[in-house]
């Protein structure tokens, strides 16, 4: 017989194993302790280490309480071991948990600021790989896809802190961070008080986003890009994904009907998108965002506007637009129509660029699940 409540014996090797992995974290925090210690000091490594053991802790009884959900469906049996693919997304939720230590530390120092961006880009990095894993080893459960989940919520919540303290963000990129804590709540409130909900639809772009959002703020922490141009730039790429957590709400309380939700996806695809290329084009024709100096530069950034205007790999072509014009410092955000040029570049990579667009490059690659 298989089922919920025959895995006592894979129960027990599971919290062994889990027992192992704290004590592997617990040498890792030790090591974490000396290095803070020893390259920047040893009050700030005891505030350092408090810190990222809490959050280390929060993060291994995440697991702890979820192993009954190692499994590939309710119905299924325990696998008798966490999976690499789960112990991969265990190390993201602890690399999370080093990073969010530096938010104790003097982050104007150089090694804290660093060492907490090197922390989360990897764990941002190893997001494309635990479910590889999973679906390679054929060891795809429920457990993995909820720590995942929390995991991620997990990262962006810490990592926009950090950017914060440190001047890089704005502080209204936090209205992103609890948006997921806020839906999680709303929806089991409904269902305890025994209100309709609805199930949100199916859409791709939920994972898309969430992935460009964590690279985002990878790229944010790493202090290369100018702080006035990272400001602006998470609120640009924090609306689009604000909208879809409301668009999903609306339809979960029943407000905004299936139907009309696939209508307005509709309408950005076949409108909105195509029009935000247009202001691309326009505005950097016109000269704003100023695209620098050389003859060169100016050459390279209209060559980019114009992919974006055609749709020709214009995603990736967005993406060189606003990273040439934050390394070079472009004044993007001191008037009102480089700001609206910085919005629209950023909407265009995260969301596509709509229709009669002539080679949507990388967006099967952003859509795909490693490893099936």
Request: some cysteine.
């Amino acid at each position: 017989m298989t089922g919920i409540d025959d895995g006592f014996d894979e129960m027990k090797a599971l919290r062994s194993e889990l027992r192992a992995i704290a004590a592997i974290g617990g040498l890792v925090l030790l090591a974490g302790f000396c290095g803070v210690g020893w390259l920047a000091d040893w009050g700030q490594a005891w505030l350092w280490l408090f810190v990222a053991a809490m959050l280390g802790a929060y993060a291994w009884r995440t697991a702890w309480l979820l192993l009954s959900l190692n499994r590939r469906r309710p119905q299924t049996a325990l696998y008798p071991s966490v999976g690499w693919g789960n112990r991969v997304t265990l190390c993201r939720g602890g690399l999370i948990a080093l990073a969010g230590g530096f938010f104790a530390t003097d982050l104007g120092a150089d090694f804290n600021v660093w060492a907490a961006a090197f922390c989360y880009s990897l764990a941002a990095l190893l997001d494309r790989y635990d479910g590889f894993l999973a679906r390679r080893c054929q060891h795809e459960s429920l457990l993995g896809s909820e720590l995942d989940i929390r995991f991620d919520a997990l990262g962006l919540v810490i990592a926009p802190l950090l950017a914060i303290a440190e001047g890089r963000l704005h502080a209204s990129y936090l209205l992103l961070s609890m948006a997921f804590y806020g839906y999680r709540w709303g929806l089991q409130r409904r269902q305890r008080r025994g209100l309709t909900h609805f199930s949100p639809p199916d859409n791709p772009l939920r994972r898309t986003l969430a992935g460009f959002q964590m690279g985002f703020i990878a790229v944010v922490l790493w202090p290369v890009l100018p702080e006035d141009f990272t400001r602006t730039a998470g609120i640009a790429f924090m609306w689009p994904v604000l909208f879809g957590f409301i668009a999903d709400w609306l339809v979960v309380c029943g407000v905004l009907s299936r139907d009309n939700y696939d209508h307005l996806a509709a309408i950005a695809e076949q409108y909105i998108l195509p029009g935000l290329r247009l202001v691309v084009a326009i505005l950097a024709a016109a000269g704003l965002p100023p695209l620098a100096d050389t003859a060169l530069q100016i050459g390279l950034g209209g060559v980019l506007a114009a992919m974006v205007l055609f749709g020709l790999a214009g995603r990736l072509a967005a993406l060189g637009l606003l990273l040439w014009l934050g390394a070079v410092n472009a004044p993007i955000a001191d008037s009102l129509l480089g700001t609206l040029w910085l919005f629209a570049a950023s909407a265009l990579l995260l969301l596509g660029t709509g229709r009669a667009s002539l080679w949507h490059c990388g967006d099967a690659w952003l859509q795909r699940y490693d490893g099936v």
